[in-house]
């Protein structure tokens, strides 16, 4: 007979989740889906599989630090594994487009706050399901849409927060689910 993991067993592993994501260990999408199989765990050994890999240290330069992105009549993605240098990155874009994928950033905080501006360009968000998102901000003949799963959220992740004037831009925040790079 299999015994359920106790909330107290539970409870350590998404600290331990937790803390390799802050580390640079996991993503963002990697610590969600973790942290949900914790959640969800049966057995002992599914907590043991949840965690198994962490303990190690970060490899060296496998993320670039981010503290703010500026785009100006460029195109620029970011996109891949880097990491934010702090929970609040800021932002502008002036006749270009901006691409953020959050899916595989690399941060440790409980909230992370995107603000700036965009004036005759594009900007774009990309999160992991089931992270909650918050979109503020002035819009000013432009158009702002916001197109997340109908997933529950996943306990243990961040909370988004963006706040952005547009002025003559198209803002979107979508949604999507993790997949591996090709081979």
């Not at 932002?91 to 992370?112: C, K, M, N, P, Q």
């Not at 706050?113 to 965009?118: A, F, K, L, N």
């Not at 002035?138 to 997340?148: A, D, G």
């Not at 959220?153 to 952005?164: M, Y």
């Amino acid at each position: 007979m299999r015994v359920p993991p106790s909330e107290p067993d539970r409870e350590r592993a998404a600290e331990l989740l937790q803390k390799a994501a802050g580390d640079g260990q996991l993503t963002l999408e990697q610590f969600s889906v973790r942290v949900g199989a914790v959640w969800a765990a049966e057995s002992a050994d599914e907590l043991v599989k949840a965690t198994e890999g962490l303990g190690q240290a970060p490899i060296v330069g496998s993320a670039s630090t981010v503290d703010k992105v500026v785009t100006v009549f460029s195109d620029n993605k970011r996109r891949g594994r880097w990491r934010l240098r702090s929970p609040r990155l800021k932002v502008f874009t002036l006749f270009g487009s901006t691409t953020l994928d959050l899916r595989e950033v690399l941060t440790g905080a409980d909230v992370i706050e995107i603000e700036g501006t965009s004036t005759f360009g594009e900007f774009k968000v990309i999160v992991p399901e089931g992270v909650e998102v918050d979109l503020s901000g002035t819009v000013v003949f432009s158009s702002r849409t916001m197109h997340l799963a109908a997933v529950p959220r996943v306990a243990g992740t961040p909370e988004i927060r963006i706040h952005l004037t547009s002025w003559f831009s198209n803002v979107e925040v979508v949604s999507l689910p993790y997949t591996l790079p090709p081979a």
